[in-house]
């Protein structure tokens, strides 16, 4: 069972970065210090018809969830700061 407690505040970032991963600091699970995470993602299809499509080609677009990151060894969920799910009864 998780404990679902936050990870320290990084903000992701939405874009890439040009930097050489050797010169990365990698995040650690808080639990099992895995480095190996998991993300929650819906896929979508974007017609070759649509107006804005540039490429006139049915195209494949992956469309992430926010606050989905788990460690991929525990579970553990990482990056976000309060519980997210059904809230649980009082007693």
């Keep these: ?34 480095q190996i995470f998991t993300q929650a993602f819906k896929l979508g299809k974007i017609s070759k018809l649509h107006p804005s499509n540039p490429t006139k080609q049915d195209q494949a677009v992956r469309l992430e969830i926010p606050l989905t990151t788990r460690c991929a060894i525990c579970k553990e969920r990482v990056g976000c700061k309060e519980r997210v799910g059904t809230p649980e009864k009082e007693k």
């Design 1 to 34: 069972m998780t404990n679902n407690q936050s990870s320290p505040d990084i903000p992701m970032t939405g874009g890439p970065i040009n930097i050489p991963q050797s010169e990365l600091d990698f995040l650690k699970c808080p639990i099992c210090q895995s």
